[in-house]
């Protein structure tokens, strides 16, 4: 069982930068994929980014490259999104989640199989 807590997510103005944090409680933590996704209210979950924690491959939406990077910290079994230029658009809640094996992407996150309670980002014009 993997548990999963994200923190960072507030509010900015457009043009601003947040970065999201997602602590993984376990020590197996080197073999997951790790991804973050984000809802908005009336839409569909998306994958924003996700990154294999033993291999280091990274992956994102269309939407957010070139804004948002990903990255980890394998000693503090922390997943980070650091997200840059944000827009109105990426106002949503935001989801760590995990999967035991290789990275599925793009993914809307259904072959997922640990969530965090999500963290929200509001992003004013």
């Known amino acids: 069982q993997v548990q999963l807590v994200e923190s960072g997510g507030g509010s900015v103005q457009a043009g601003g930068s947040l970065r999201l944090s997602c602590a993984a409680s376990t020590y197996t933590y080197s073999s997951y994929c790790m991804g973050w996704f984000r809802q908005a209210p009336g839409k569909e979950r998306e994958g924003v980014a996700a990154?294999?924690?033993?291999?280091?491959?990274?992956y994102y939406a269309y939407s957010v490259k070139g804004r948002f990077t990903i990255s980890q910290d394998n000693a503090k079994n922390t997943l980070y999104l650091q997200m840059n230029s944000l827009k109105p658009e990426d106002t949503a809640m935001y989801y760590c989640?995990?999967?035991?094996?290789?990275?599925?992407?793009?993914?809307?996150?259904?072959?997922?199989?640990?969530w965090g309670q999500g963290t929200q980002v509001t992003v004013s014009s």
């Open positions: 989640a995990a999967r035991g094996d290789y990275c599925v992407w793009p993914s809307r996150g259904d072959s997922y199989n640990y």
């Open positions: 990154m294999h924690t033993g291999i280091g491959s990274t």
